[in-house]
């Protein structure tokens, strides 16, 4: 599941740096099958996808990150506990 998370921080932060917590509001965007998606970027509104779409949603500053980007894969759980089992 491809997704992106569109957010501003307000002071700069070096190339690499692990960021687990949202600064500011921001818009996480589901892209689906979609290689174009179309939201705006407000500075008195914030973030905004036309007419409230179901691939858009609004997050909280101070919402965690890794919650929002990863998802569980019981596949890949599974190919997990192969590798501790093998000797």
């Known amino acids: 599941m491809e997704r992106v998370l569109l957010t ?19 818009l996480l965007i589901d892209m689906g099958t979609e290689q174009r998606r179309s939201v705006t970027f407000d500075i008195n509104q ?3 996808a036309s007419g409230n779409p179901p691939w858009a949603a609004n997050v909280d500053s ?11 894969s019981m596949q890949l759980a599974a190919q997990v506990e192969e590798v501790k089992i093998l000797p």
Do not use: S
């Open 8 to 26: 501003f921080a307000t002071q700069p932060f070096r190339v690499g740096t692990v960021i687990v917590q949202m600064f500011a509001p921001g």
């Open 46 to 48: 914030g973030w905004a």
């Open 62 to 72: 101070g919402d965690l990150i890794a919650p929002l980007l990863m998802q569980y």
